[in-house]
Structures are given as structure tokens and as C-alpha cells.
């Protein structure tokens, strides 16, 4: 059963494009890392595009696993991930530069995205962590301050995410997500803090009472740059939805997720911008957020992924920009099915993401 549902949902993520970052999740290395500050020396396709030493941490080591100098967290995906200080006294600062497999295309919309943990033993938290694209290998910022963007090396366009909040969570993966229409040079990109010191926006982390130690330092994994294909008429009949009735319960068409996962798929991004979109065009209406699933599994395991599911979702607006009092939440486990859960056709069915507007 599990099998057929990851190649259904392979199936569906080969419609919106293939991911062009080279080696994405920093699987492919010429080594396992011995000590720290070997991401420039050991990641194939990837490299430090100043004179910072982004660390590389791979499950496999004995001295640069999961568990680290700086804390703990698992890979996003496969079995490795970097770490970088994206804030660091006298403007220090770390980034990773990957290539892609293809430059981008003119007047060509894509979404790029990646994954991002705050280490434990980070004292400050920070808001904006940014994409610089580039038509060269920009590996010749000589200098381990931050990337001062007009004093590039090659033509560029810088990409900020404006975040709303603070990316705090050291528990969690978070997705870091924007969309990018190409001018049609950018064959590299570069993942960081282009702010100085005095520029970045900090907040200070609750369990840090003593002024010390003051960095941010973050863990990344899995990058990807997808182009937004054009919508066809199945896509289409999603985006006609916008004609929405208050209080009617309406069921995502493309929202999915992995087997037994809370965290939003890509192909989930088109639709939810959508709906986004018309909730800031119509300031008066509210949203709630209903989670499903089927009945295969613990009822107390299917009743927190359905919540789990139902927040991811609200929590995507919220990071877009949404005024939280506008958003509400609630998960069924399969208490609420659509139909039998006697076939694989009606269980996928059940499991399923509503919601439901509301006039304030």
C-alpha cells in the first residue's frame, strides 16, 4: 500500500516540474566529513562563495553526525545536510552556493525553496534569509564578512523571502519558499544572510539569559528550483474555485502529503497561493482549516496527523503574510469520512484537507 501511494505521489510532482538544483540534499560527496568547515572541500556541485567554512554533516560520520557541535537534528531527506552561521559577530557570515542543471529560462516563472532548522546552541534567531541568483560562480568574494550585493562579482538578482516571523523552531524542519519570474542568466544561486549586523533583525532566543555567544547558526537541506508550469484544464477546474460560497466546505484539490507526514508537498504551493491571494483580496473573510484521514492506524496517531496536516496548512498562510486571528484549525482523524474505507479508491477519499470562509 505504502508503495503505491509514493509513486502516485511521484506521479503528481513530475507534472510541476523536475527540481534543476544539482545534488539537492548533499547526498553526493567525494568523503565522509572528519571535522567541521569541509562543505567547500567534500559536496559535489556545491561550494562556499566566500571565505566563510560552512560545515557538512553527514549521519554516516562518526565526528559530524546528526548529533553535532552545535546540536541535534536529522536530515530533512537522505543523509546529510549543512551548517551555516547566518549571523555572526563583526558581520561574519556562511553561505552555499549551488548549481543548477540548466540556466533559467526568460520571463519564466519557478519556485524555489529549502528547508531550514535552528541549531540548539544558537543564542538569536533571524527573519530573513535570502537567494541571491547569479549567471557565474561567484567564488571569489574574497572576505568571510557578509555578501555586500552591490559589490557583485556577476550579474544578479537578489530574492528576499520576507518572512514574517522569526525562523526559531530547533525542533523542526521549517520550508523557506518564495516564487521567481527568470530574467534568463541564472545558472547559480547562493543561500544566506546578505545583511549586515546592523541590518539584521534578531530575537533572542529564551534560554540564552547571558549575553554571550551571539550567532545565529542554522541547518539546511533540501533545495529545490521547480518551474510553475502552465496550469492545464485539470489544474484549471482548481484555480476556478476562487468563486467561493461563505460557509460551504470546500475540499483542496492538490494539497498532498507524503505517507504518514505533515509537511506540504510542492505540488500543494500553486493552490494555496491562489486561495492566499483571494483572502488578501477580501480582508472581511476568515478561513478554518479541517484535517481527514482514513481509518488505517492508531485513531490517536490519525487524530494528531489530521491536526498536524490542518496546521500545516494554516501555518503556510500565516508565514505568507496572514493575519493568524484570521486562520483556525481543526483535525478529525476519521471520524468524519466522505465515504466507506472499505476500497484504496474510497480511503484516498477520506483522506483529504477542507475548509471553510467565513465573514468576520
Known amino acids: 500500500m505504502r508503495i503505491l501511494n509514493i509513486l502516485f505521489l511521484l506521479s503528481v510532482g513530475f507534472c510541476y516540474g523536475q527540481n534543476l538544483v544539482v545534488n539537492p540534499s548533499f547526498e553526493i560527496c567525494k568523503s565522509t566529513p572528519e571535522s567541521i568547515g569541509q562543505f567547500d572541500f567534500l559536496v559535489t556541485s556545491w561550494n562556499s562563495p566566500n571565505y566563510g567554512s560552512t560545515d557538512y554533516f553527514k549521519g554516516s560520520s562518526k565526528t559530524q553526525g546528526f ?39 526568460f520571463d519564466t516563472e519557478y519556485t524555489i525553496s529549502f528547508y531550514i532548522s535552528l541549531a540548539e546552541e544558537s543564542m538569536l534567531s533571524i527573519k530573513n534569509i535570502d537567494i541571491m541568483l547569479v549567471s557565474e560562480n561567484a567564488s571569489d568574494y574574497e572576505y568571510g564578512t557578509f555578501i555586500d550585493i552591490n559589490l557583485k562579482k556577476s550579474e544578479s538578482t537578489l530574492l528576499k523571502t520576507n518572512s514574517k516571523q522569526f525562523y526559531s523552531d530547533k525542533m523542526n524542519w521549517i520550508k523557506v519558499s518564495s516564487t521567481y519570474r527568470a530574467r534568463g542568466f541564472e545558472k547559480y544561486f547562493i543561500i544566506g544572510n546578505f545583511n549586515s549586523d546592523k541590518n539584521t533583525v534578531t530575537k533572542r532566543e529564551p534560554n540564552f539569559k547571558k549575553k554571550k555567544d551571539h550567532f545565529a547558526y542554522y541547518y539546511i537541506d533540501e533545495i529545490s528550483v521547480i518551474e510553475n508550469k ?23 484539490k492538490n494539497v498532498l502529503f507524503d ?21 488578501e483580496e477580501n480582508k472581511t473573510l476568515n478561513i478554518t482549516i479541517y484535517g481527514h484521514t482514513d481509518n488505517v492506524g492508531l485513531d490517536s496517531r490519525n487524530k494528531e496527523l489530521s491536526e498536524q496536516r490542518a496546521e500545516a496548512v494554516s501555518n503556510y498562510f500565516i508565514q505568507k503574510g496572514l493575519n493568524p486571528e484570521r486562520v483556525k484549525w481543526f483535525g478529525f482523524g476519521a471520524d468524519a469520512p466522505l465515504t466507506t474505507n472499505d476500497t484504496e479508491e474510497n480511503r484516498a477519499k477520506n483522506r483529504r484537507v477542507e475548509f471553510k470562509l467565513s465573514n468576520k
Open 67 to 105: 548529533l553535532n557541535y552545535r546540536g541535534f537534528q536529522e536530515a530533512k531527506s537522505g543523509n546529510s545536510y549543512v551548517g551555516c552561521y547566518l549571523l555572526s559577530e563583526d558581520n561574519y557570515r556562511e553561505y552555499i552556493q549551488g548549481k543548477l542543471s540548466s540556466i533559467l529560462e
Open 230 to 252: 502552465t496550469a492545464t484544464i485539470e489544474d484549471k477546474k482548481t484555480i476556478e474555485i476562487l468563486t467561493f460560497q461563505p460557509e460551504k466546505t470546500y475540499t483542496f
Open 259 to 279: 505517507f504518514d507526514k505533515a509537511e506540504l508537498l510542492d505540488v500543494s504551493i500553486e493552490e494555496l497561493d491562489k486561495l492566499y491571494q483571494h483572502l
